[in-house]
């Protein structure tokens, strides 16, 4: 099971539940939380999950100890994270694959997969896995007027469990990365892990923290200092958006962003196109050290809301190293003020 570990607390707590006391010690809290007390979709279907490697060499990038180059995996990651994500109901908002880890904004619809058909299902299910000799035969339209009512139910019932996993994010996670493992440890003739047993997911709790994640993603070979603009970052989404918007289109493997003045259909993120690629593109000159000139133009995803500048560069900068399990401008907003009060 997926789990991640809760912050280690100094004392002990002391809670209520109805006629009796209960006490929370430190022991308690170094249990590990499953990974469906951290996915809750009622809260919000956006979530940061990033994977590392289980060794600090570059199992994705160049060794640099022995001058080994494996670039040529960071393909793999990519081509099989677009692929999951035309089968999965979890639309993709960016991703950057690194040399030793990957990042991934994700989006679950599951409103989509629940109005799926029994066959709908079983189709996208059979690109992952080979099924079983009843769901091949419902799909067969001669065969399946030959099965029992009890073989329809043993199937449908087979086709609800495979619904659900088509809208989980673990399962999505999981299958990215057990590939990406066997085909690297077939590689290098050897066994044993390529991943950290777990990946680390991070909900996003509203549309600044959805912003400020796609753009900590995306910048992230600038970073890195492996690539000097966004436009030439290797295997992230903004070079693929970049690209696209070159003919004027958006890239069908990612969620779409709003176009002005252009209807769509498709599931969309909260921002409008322009504005998201100016944020990104304003965000990496700041990385970069170049300040923002006084009315260089207007950043509409900071105004909407209302998240100054300085906020803004240190959310981004601190996606990681300041959150857990949970990103939102009020959060940030309380973190920034104890900083400025210790400081």
């Known amino acids: 099971m997926c789990c991640e570990y809760l912050p280690i607390s100094t004392v002990a707590v002391g809670l209520k539940t109805g006629q009796h006391s209960v006490l929370i010690t430190d022991n308690d809290l170094l249990m590990p939380r ?40 960071r393909q793999w990651v990519e081509d099989r994270l677009l692929f999951l994500g035309s089968i999965f109901s979890i639309n993709i908002c960016a ?10 904004v994700l989006h679950v619809d599951k409103d989509t997969a629940v109005h799926w ?7 996208r299910w059979h690109r992952l896995h080979k099924g079983t000799v009843l769901t091949h035969r419902y799909l067969n339209a001669e065969q399946r007027s030959a099965l029992t009512m009890i073989e329809i139910k043993t199937v449908e019932s087979a086709a609800e469990v495979y619904r659900n996993r088509l809208y989980d994010i673990s399962w999505f996670m999981r299958l990215l990365n057990e590939s990406i493992s066997r085909r690297a440890n077939k590689e290098d003739k050897c ?19 959805l912003a400020a994640c796609m753009v900590y993603v995306d910048l992230n070979p600038m970073r ?17 958006r970049l690209r696209a918007i070159k003919n004027n289109k958006q890239p069908r493997q990612l969620s779409s962003l709003i176009i002005y003045q252009r209807k769509t259909t498709r599931a969309v993120l909260p921002f409008h196109l322009h504005d998201y690629i100016q944020l990104v593109k304003q965000s990496g000159l700041q990385l970069n050290g170049v300040k923002q000139r006084p009315g260089s133009g207007s950043l509409s995803i ?21 959150f857990t399990t949970q990103i939102s401008l009020q959060a940030a907003y309380k973190k920034i003020e104890r900083r400025q009060r210790v400081g």
């Not at 979709?41 to 160049?62: I, N």
């Open 34 to 73: 499953p990974r469906k007390s951290l996915i809750s979709l009622s809260e919000t279907p956006y979530y940061h999950c990033v994977s590392r490697c289980v060794r600090r060499a570059f199992l994705c990038g160049k060794d640099k100890l022995t001058g080994q180059s494996y670039e040529h995996r």
């Open 95 to 104: 991703y950057a694959v690194m040399s030793n880890h990957t990042h991934v």
């Open 117 to 123: 058909s029994t066959e709908q299902v079983l189709h």
């Open 191 to 209: 066994t044993g892990r390529f991943w950290e047993g777990r990946f680390k997911s991070q909900a996003l709790m509203d549309e600044t923290a």
């Open 224 to 240: 890195a200092g492996i690539a000097k603009t966004p436009e030439r970052s290797p295997h992230t989404s903004i070079k693929k």
């Open 302 to 322: 900071l105004q909407k809301s209302q998240c100054n500048l300085i906020d803004w560069q240190w959310l981004v900068k601190n996606i990681e190293a300041e």
